[in-house]
């Protein structure tokens, strides 16, 4: 699933070619991707502009000039991809959304989701997420002070969208790496230090991973060198039985309350 780090990719890029850029069709191949059904969702998008596209936790949020929201959540195996219909990808789409020559192709939509909303939905349906962690706002102390009383392991309560927004299941085992934590450790026995420790670790990780375009599969157009660049660069998720890079022994896989969890039993520390 993507991402904090996928999500402000295709932000990032999605921000320099769709500004501006007038909506002049939309399919819907699958009722159940989008909300309002398919043909009050052509409507309410044919011939509105995208004048700004935002991200909140794993969600992206294209503003439209008449000052309604497109909500898009890729859920597990979404996927975006900007282009013609010569160069796309060989991939069903359950939606597409023209800009004159270039098509937003929304790919693996099964789970995924598009609702257009007003302003108020859009904040109603996004209220019930935790803070972002690399706002402005937050710091160390504060971030000290969000943990201050929960219960719980440290991967659980990464994941957990109600407490803080953006972690999923890769990015929490390399922040638990990074932090040099297991991932299993008791979040009411880590003392101020490790919560100091486990701040940075998911600045520094989920700011790297960003930089360097996230894990997706495909690229987001013909000529982006950008997105995908993380795929070989974890360095515990999907790693099972391969040499830690900081201490040589095998990174062990297990389950953690039905998720998978990789990490190194020899360096990544409990209480």
């Not at 003392?191 to 670790?201: F, G, M, S, T, V």
Request: with cysteine; glycine share 8%; hydrophobic share 35%.
């Amino acid at each position: 699933m993507p991402e904090w780090p996928e999500m402000e990719n295709y932000r990032s890029l999605l921000s320099g070619l769709l500004l501006d850029k007038e909506i002049s069709g939309v399919k819907v191949s699958r009722e159940k991707s989008v909300n309002p059904e398919p043909e009050a969702f052509k409507q309410g998008l044919i011939g509105r502009k995208v004048i700004f596209v935002e991200r909140r936790a794993k969600y992206l949020i294209f503003h439209l000039d008449n000052g309604r929201r497109l909500l898009l959540h890729l859920m597990l195996g979404g996927m975006l991809y900007l282009g013609s219909e010569e160069d796309k990808p060989k991939r069903n789409t359950q939606v597409e959304i023209e800009f004159g020559d270039k098509t937003l192709y929304f790919i693996g939509l099964r789970l995924g989701y598009l609702h257009l909303l007003t302003a108020k939905q859009t904040e109603e349906a996004l209220s019930v997420l935790g803070p972002e962690l690399l706002d402005r706002r937050m710091n160390e102390q504060r971030f000290i002070q969000l943990l201050s009383g929960r219960r719980g392991m440290l991967k659980t309560t990464l994941v957990n969208q109600n407490v803080m927004a953006g972690i999923g299941n890769c990015y929490a085992d390399e922040i638990a790496f990074a932090a040099e934590l297991r991932p299993d450790v008791k979040i009411q026995d880590l003392e101020e230090q490790d919560l100091a420790k486990l701040y940075r670790a998911i600045r520094e990780v989920l700011t790297e991973a960003a930089e360097r375009g996230g894990y997706m599969e495909m690229p987001l157009t013909a000529d982006d060198k950008l997105t995908g660049g993380s795929n070989d660069w974890c360095r515990v998720y999907d790693r099972e039985g391969e040499p830690c890079v900081r201490c040589g022994q095998p990174i062990i896989k297990t389950e953690l309350a039905s998720r998978k969890v990789f990490y190194c039993g020899n360096c990544q520390h409990g209480k």
